[in-house]
T-cell receptor, first 113, second 116 residues
Framework: GENVEQHPSTLSVQEGDSAVIKCTYS??????FPWYKQELGKRPQLIID?????GEKKDQRIAVTLNKTAKHFSLHITETQPEDSAVYFC????????????FGTGTKLQVIP | GAGVSQSPSNKVTEKGKDVELRCDPI?????LYWYRQSLGQGLEFLIY????????KSGLPSDRFSAERTGGSVSTLTIQRTQQEDSAVYLC??????????????FGDGTRLSIL
């Protein structure tokens, strides 16, 4: 089955700096890669996603890159703000005959004012 | 324009009791997922429904866990003879499922289950 590894598990950055979180996956049939932000005690919220036919996607301060050959995708947050502090999860979906999904173990991001 | 609704929001029960958790997805969403999230951990996939059928039950931890979905809408997750290790937040998510491409999932607030 699919295996998704997420690094780092914790990340501290100064406000205004960039943060990068990386995920690797094992199943070359995976074709959809969302990123979720989860604040303490809250539901996961989709912040950006990318499909396998695209190499990069950007939405304001957030971007995701996908390298299908190397089987990794990364979340990039620029000009970080304290409200970016949360746990971020990546996921890999394989539509195949039916949808299979595997989540990464999460990265706790702390933005220091 | 309601989102995914889960009930109850909190459930405390004694070990050995059965519990039933409910998920009401966004109207029109045919795909529905159940996940389990232990404290400080990631999301553990439990089961996925496409309409009323569950093509993937591989994530259910044991035969004490079952789920059903009727009418292509509301789903219930049942845990029989609960154990303390079942304590976690149970999250439900729904999405459109069109054209063979995966669609973004929308999560509910979860049910926080505590087994005494």
């Amino acid at each position: 089955g699919e295996n998704v590894e997420q690094h780092p598990s914790t990340l501290s950055v100064q406000e205004g700096d960039s943060a990068v979180i990386k995920c690797t996956y094992s199943d070359s049939a995976s074709n959809y890669f969302p990123w979720y932000k989860q604040e303490l005690g809250k539901r996961p919220q989709l912040i950006i996603d990318i499909r396998s036919n695209v190499g990069e996607k950007k939405d304001q301060r957030i971007a995701v890159t996908l390298n299908k050959t190397a089987k990794h995708f990364s979340l990039h947050i620029t000009e970080t703000q304290p409200e970016d502090s949360a746990v971020y999860f990546c996921a890999a979906f394989n539509s195949g005959g039916y949808q299979k999904v595997t989540f990464g173990t999460g990265t706790k991001l702390q933005v220091i004012p | 324009g309601a989102g995914v609704s889960q009930s109850p929001s909190n459930k405390v029960t004694e070990k050995g009791k059965d519990v039933e958790l409910r998920c009401d997805p966004i109207s029109g969403h045919t795909a529905l997922y159940w996940y389990r999230q232990s404290l400080g951990q990631g999301l553990e996939f439990l089961i996925y429904f496409q309409g009323n059928s569950a093509p993937d039950k591989s994530g259910l931890p044991s035969d004490r866990f079952s789920a059903e979905r009727t009418g292509g809408s509301v789903s219930t997750l049942t845990i029989q003879r609960t154990q303390q290790e079942d304590s976690a937040v149970y999250l439900c998510a729904s999405s459109l499922a069109t054209g063979g491409w995966n669609q973004p999932q929308h999560f509910g607030d979860g049910t926080r289950l505590s087994i005494l």
